[in-house]
């Protein structure tokens, strides 16, 4: 019988438990400056926080859905649901594509693009805490592993 203490599946789910928990409880010491509320005082999921994200870091091109959608690896009816919310959320709005009128891009509202540099500092403050005591070797160690991980789920 497998023991599933010792499997991979167990061992990554537990891990991202204790993550999420470990941000959560964070997330609920900075009330006053908790930028995952939207205006409407809703909190946005951590999918879009990583939508946020990826459009911060791509500020410079034009992203519409289906870049989303590759880079998430998500459904065409979840990235569109994920744009819509996002809107509703005042965290986006959408333009014509310059190349293609029926195409939208997506571009970060300046709420957003104001609560990323806070969202980057405790993204940085919560990656040096999950690194504590790991050494380099170890660190590269484990993202070859995990991606390996990636390659055999393909």
Same mark, same amino acid.
């Given at each position: ?29 900075? !009330?006053? =400056?908790?930028?995952?509320? #939207?205006?409407? %005082?809703?909190?946005?999921? *951590? ?39 996002? !809107?509703? =959320?005042?965290?986006?709005? #959408?333009?014509? %594509?310059?190349?293609?009128? *029926? ?52």
């Amino acid at each position: 019988m497998l023991n599933f203490k010792e499997t991979i599946v167990y061992n990554i789910r537990d891990l991202s438990n204790h993550i999420s928990h470990y941000i959560q409880n964070n997330d609920e010491k900075k !009330v006053g =400056n908790n930028v995952f509320v #939207t205006h409407g %005082s809703e909190r946005i999921s *951590r999918l879009q926080g990583m939508t946020a994200g990826f459009l911060y870091t791509h500020q410079d091109r034009q992203v519409i859905q289906k870049d989303l959608e590759k880079a998430m690896s998500i459904s065409k009816s979840t990235a569109s649901g994920l744009v819509q919310r996002m !809107v509703k =959320n005042g965290l986006i709005y #959408t333009t014509p %594509s310059p190349d293609d009128a *029926r195409v939208k891009c997506l571009n970060l509202t300046t709420y957003a693009k104001d609560a990323m540099n806070e969202i980057n500092n405790q993204a940085e403050t919560t990656e040096k805490v999950l690194q504590q005591g790991i050494s380099p070797e170890d660190l590269a160690t484990f993202f070859k592993v995990i991606d390996q991980i990636r390659k055999n789920t393909k």
